[in-house]
T-cell receptor, first 113, second 116 residues
Framework: QQQVKQSPQSLIVQKGGISIINCAYE??????FPWYQQFPGKGPALLIA?????SEKKEGRFTISFNKSAKQFSLHIMDSQPGDSATYFC????????????FGKGTTLSVSS | NAGVMQNPRHLVRRRGQEARLRCSPM?????VYWYRQLPEEGLKFMVY????????ESGMPKERFSAEFPKEGPSILRIQQVVRGDSAAYFC??????????????FGPGTRLLVL
């Protein structure tokens, strides 16, 4: 019940295309859903995060869509660029301060020019 | 405004040796988390600490691993008698003192541990 399942494992998108990464969770007590971006040899960096009181959050070219009833959330990257090539992790946590993030296994995105 | 700092960035140890990984949280942050990342895997939570207290160590292996966050100085993750299976990237994250709700966790660059 603590798992977060992420798909696809890898993704190749043409420059200018839309990248879509999906995650599903089981624990209905999860209340905070961040996405992290990680470049090789670096630590994960927060990209965007959502709480279940909204169904969508947009920041620049990045959008999170959240479906509470289906227990699913997704990351959309519009107008994908070669610089977006990285590994993306979804995560979930309980609402209380100081709780662990439960991560998906990651999606390696390659944007071809 | 420095981010989360970790050192060393790379650490090579032989089986049976000890590994000490250090983490300095962002300025103003008093919550520290340690995660481990195995190849082709996501990050797995190990332990959550506040100054001088271990709050949640549910992800920490019961033996050989310990963590501390003293009143002064960095947080330290200590692995005794390392084995090859300990080879991984270890990430520290920090968040600020918060009220009731989850705050953003900011990650350091990680320490890549290789056990020969």
């Amino acid at each position: 019940q603590q798992q977060v399942k992420q798909s696809p494992q890898s993704l190749i998108v043409q420059k200018g295309g839309i990248s879509i990464i999906n995650c599903a969770y089981e624990n209905t007590a999860f209340d905070y859903f961040p996405w992290y971006q990680q470049f090789p040899g670096k630590g994960p960096a927060l990209l965007i995060a959502i709480r279940p009181d909204v169904s969508e959050k947009k920041e620049g070219r990045f959008t999170i869509s959240f479906n509470k009833s289906a227990k699913q959330f997704s990351l959309h990257i519009m107008d994908s660029q070669p610089g977006d090539s990285a590994t993306y992790f979804c995560a979930a946590s309980m609402p209380q301060a100081g709780t662990a993030l439960i991560f998906g296994k990651g999606t390696t995105l390659s944007v071809s020019s | 405004n420095a981010g989360v700092m970790q050192n060393p960035r790379h650490l090579v140890r032989r089986r049976g040796q000890e590994a000490r990984l250090r983490c300095s949280p962002m300025k103003g942050h008093s919550h520290v988390y340690w995660y481990r990342q195995l190849p082709e895997e996501g990050l797995k939570f190990m332990v959550y600490l506040q100054k001088e207290n271990i709050i949640d160590e549910s992800g920490m292996p019961k033996e050989r691993f310990s963590a501390e966050f003293p009143k002064e100085g960095p947080s330290i993750l200590r692995i005794q008698q390392v084995v090859r299976g300990d080879s991984a990237a270890y990430f520290c994250a920090s968040s600020r003192t918060s009220g009731r709700y989850q705050e953003t966790q900011y990650f350091g660059p990680g320490t890549r541990l290789l056990v020969l």
